[in-house]
């Protein structure tokens, strides 16, 4: 596509429910991102995939979250057992490799837990 | 891991004003990003810097990567409503991700 797209684009959800965050890279990039960014904060890194292997997730807060990456397109971020901290905009990014200076992020999924 | 300070952490201005922001660290980068953030959207990238001090421009944008490898700055003129959003900067050091500052808040009143 054209950019990176993320659904949904808002979510609110109780607590203790699973959720799951879609991202659409742009066609052809090899890598990547999942940040998340709290009220008022800045971004916070929580896993990246090169291709479906993921290097590196060690930004993952909490076993309850996991990322999974297929075809080394569609990357899903799941939450399962949502609690309240858990409230974020969740951002996914996208770059045609992972040593290319820069990205191009999504819109983001605001996620609310009540 | 890294130190990354980015400051100011907010900003309210007159249109029309200069508007500087900068980052530092204790480490050493090898590139520095700038992003803008717009509200509701994901961060735009707005210019990068490859070279210890090297200075590039971007219409009215004109960012710096510090001499020492462990800083940059970014400054906006003369600026309009449009310039309103959280700046980052972004730094990368051979990694394969990008860690971001705190962001710098600007309001620009008319």
């Known amino acids: 596509g054209a950019g990176v797209s993320q659904s949904p684009s808002n979510k609110v959800t109780e607590k203790g429910k699973d959720v799951e965050l879609r991202c659409d890279p742009i066609s052809g990039h090899t890598a990547l991102y999942w940040y998340r960014q709290s009220l008022g904060q800045g971004l916070e890194f929580l896993i990246y995939?090169?291709?479906?292997?993921?290097?590196?997730k060690s930004g993952l807060p909490s076993d309850r979250f996991s990322a999974e990456r297929t075809g080394g397109s569609v990357s899903t971020l799941t939450i399962q057992r949502t609690q309240q901290e858990d409230s974020a905009v969740y951002l996914c990014a996208s770059s045609p490799d992972s040593l290319y200076a820069g990205y191009t992020f999504g819109s983001g999924t605001r996620l609310t837990v009540v | 891991g890294q130190q990354l300070n980015q400051s100011p952490q907010s900003m309210f201005i007159q249109e029309g004003e200069d508007v500087s922001m900068n980052c530092t660290s204790s480490?050493?980068?090898?590139?520095w990003l700038w992003y803008k953030q717009d509200p509701g959207e994901g961060p735009v990238l707005l210019i990068a810097l490859y070279k210890a001090g090297e200075l590039t421009s971007n219409g009215r944008l004109t960012a710096q990567f510090g001499i020492t490898r462990k800083d940059s700055f970014l400054n906006i003129s003369a600026s309009i409503p449009s310039d309103v959003g959280i700046y980052f900067c972004a730094p990368i050091y051979n990694t394969d991700k990008l860690i971001f500052g705190t962001g710098t808040r600007l309001q620009v009143f008319p």
């Open positions: 480490s050493i980068f090898n590139t």
């Open positions: 995939f090169q291709g479906n292997s993921a290097p590196d």
